[in-house]
């Protein structure tokens, strides 16, 4: 049980357009649902928490417009790079939480990897 | 604020020797406190959680983690590493934001398993 995942797990995409990566929790509800980044060899950044229904808080320094979040069901959550450059290039994971006594627990999504040329 | 510092970013050991990863937190009160590992081109997987429960945790795959307060420290260990735990291993501090709580990841250490 509380699988996460992730579609595309790859995408390559042309300087200037925009790129739609899905989340989706597969085997339970989740109430609140998180959008990481990972550079190469480095940690992964928390940049925005999205609750269903909800417009997503983001993390200091994350560009709200130029990462969209929707939180449209308790299953599903998009990011959406709009405009994206070469530094966008990124290894992006999300996570699900279940919420109420589980609140702590996160299930993690296998990434996207982000290629922008 | 919360913070952990994994003091390690390499660890290299034999097969079928002891595994220390040290992690070393930072709360203002009673932390909630993970391990996870990443293989390459996967999915973070829990290791373990300390809660506030037991001290001595017992996570999957053989791995254990002792939360001691006296030295701020959740050092991650298993008594003989295998080929398959070659993998990046994350120290991880929560916080709670109401209806979830926030993951603050630690730096990571590269786990590597020679013959």
């Known amino acids: 049980g509380a699988v996460v995942s992730q579609h595309p797990s790859w995408v390559i995409c042309k300087s200037g357009t925009s790129v739609k990566i899905e989340c989706r929790s597969l085997?339970?509800?989740?109430?609140?649902m998180f959008w990481y980044r990972q550079f190469p060899k480095q940690s992964l950044m928390l940049m925005a928490t999205?609750?269903?229904?909800?417009?997503?808080?983001?993390e200091q320094g994350v560009e709200k417009d130029k990462f969209l979040i929707n939180h449209a069901s308790l299953t599903l959550s998009t990011l959406t790079v709009t405009s994206a450059h070469p530094e966008d290039s990124s290894f992006y994971i999300c996570?699900?939480?279940?919420?109420?006594?589980?609140?702590?627990?996160?299930?993690f999504g296998p990434g996207t990897r982000l290629l922008v040329l | 604020a919360q913070s952990v510092t994994q003091l390690d970013s390499h660890v290299s050991v034999s097969e079928g020797t002891p595994v220390l990863l040290r992690c070393n937190y930072s709360s203002s009160y009673s932390p909630s406190l993970f391990w996870y590992v990443q293989h390459p081109n996967k999915g973070l997987q829990l290791l373990l959680k300390y809660t506030s429960a037991a001290t001595l945790v017992k996570g999957i795959n053989g791995f254990e983690a002792e939360f001691k307060k006296s030295e701020t420290s959740f050092h991650l260990t298993k008594p003989s590493a295998h080929m398959s735990d070659a993998a990046e291993y994350f120290c991880?501090?929560?916080?709670?934001?109401?209806?979830?709580?926030?993951?603050?990841f630690g730096t990571g250490t590269r786990l590597q398993v020679t013959l």
């Open positions: 996570s699900a939480s279940p919420g109420g006594r589980a609140r702590e627990t996160q299930y």
């Open positions: 085997d339970f509800q989740a109430t609140t």
């Open positions: 999205s609750n269903e229904g909800s417009k997503a808080t983001y």
């Open positions: 991880v501090v929560s916080f709670s934001t109401g209806t979830a709580s926030k993951l603050t």
